[in-house]
């Protein structure tokens, strides 16, 4: 689904409410869960307009973190695979400005403030998830999640599934149906 004309031009009815600052943060050994609104929340009033939402993390294997966002979740609608999800202890650093959750190698750094994720692996710097980049977006057709990840110049994409087009993504708007 496209959502702009171009970068930043919404297309006409559209809205974006994107993860900007951390409410809350629960943590448990095998899941983390954020909460987070779409805007700076200075005021009891400003929690009354837009959504909240709720990031978990957890680790179905060491090394592989998964992340997911949801808006307004009550259970699965299904239909349900079985998946080699052997529930992994998270190691978690939390300061008041950020946190951290490791699994394995792989380290992803949750700044709450301004809130972005960097992933890291052994110490070297993956790709991030820049301010307002994750959001929950409204469209005509109903609602979807979005995602910006950062990446270099030289990287290049593949796969996505069964596709009759180049090899390489690079420069395509791929659609991905779950």
Same mark, same amino acid.
């Given at each position: $689904?496209?959502? #702009?004309?171009?970068?930043?031009?919404?297309? =006409?009815?559209?809205?974006?409410?994107?993860? !900007? *600052?951390?409410?809350?943060?629960?943590?448990?050994?095998?899941?983390? &869960?954020?909460?987070?609104?779409?805007?700076?929340?200075?005021?009891? @009033?400003?929690?009354? *307009?837009?959504?909240?939402?709720?990031? &978990?993390? #957890?680790?179905?294997?060491?090394?592989?973190?998964?992340?997911? $966002?949801?808006?307004?979740?009550?259970?699965?609608?299904?239909?349900?695979?079985? %998946?080699?999800?052997?529930?992994?202890?998270? &190691?978690?650093? +939390?300061? +008041? *400005? =950020?946190?951290? %959750?490791? #699994? @394995?190698?792989? +380290?992803? !750094? %949750?700044?709450?403030?301004? /809130?972005?994720?960097?992933? /890291?692996?052994?110490?070297?710097?993956? &790709?991030?998830?820049?301010?307002?980049?994750?959001?929950? $977006? $409204?469209?005509?057709?109903?609602? /979807?999640?979005?995602?910006?990840?950062?990446?270099? !110049?030289?990287?290049?994409?593949?796969?996505?599934? =069964?596709? /009759? #087009?180049?090899?390489?993504?690079?420069?395509?708007? !791929?659609?991905?149906?779950?």
């Amino acid at each position: $689904m496209k959502f #702009t004309n171009g970068y930043w031009l919404l297309k =006409e009815g559209v809205s974006t409410y994107p993860c !900007v *600052d951390v409410r809350d943060v629960q943590i448990t050994p095998t899941c983390i &869960t954020l909460y987070a609104a779409p805007a700076k929340v200075v005021s009891r @009033g400003q929690t009354l *307009d837009g959504p909240l939402l709720t990031l &978990t993390f #957890t680790s179905p294997q060491e090394g592989i973190l998964q992340t997911a $966002m949801t808006h307004y979740w009550d259970g699965s609608p299904g239909p349900d695979f079985p %998946i080699n999800d052997q529930k992994q202890t998270l &190691t978690t650093q +939390e300061t +008041e *400005d =950020e946190l951290k %959750i490791i #699994t @394995g190698k792989l +380290e992803a !750094v %949750i700044s709450k403030d301004n /809130f972005q994720i960097k992933y /890291f692996w052994d110490g070297r710097f993956l &790709t991030a998830s820049k301010p307002k980049q994750l959001a929950y $977006m $409204m469209t005509p057709d109903g609602a /979807f999640c979005r995602e910006r990840l950062q990446t270099s !110049v030289d990287e290049q994409y593949y796969g996505f599934g =069964e596709r /009759f #087009t180049p090899f390489v993504k690079n420069g395509q708007t !791929v659609d991905i149906w779950n």
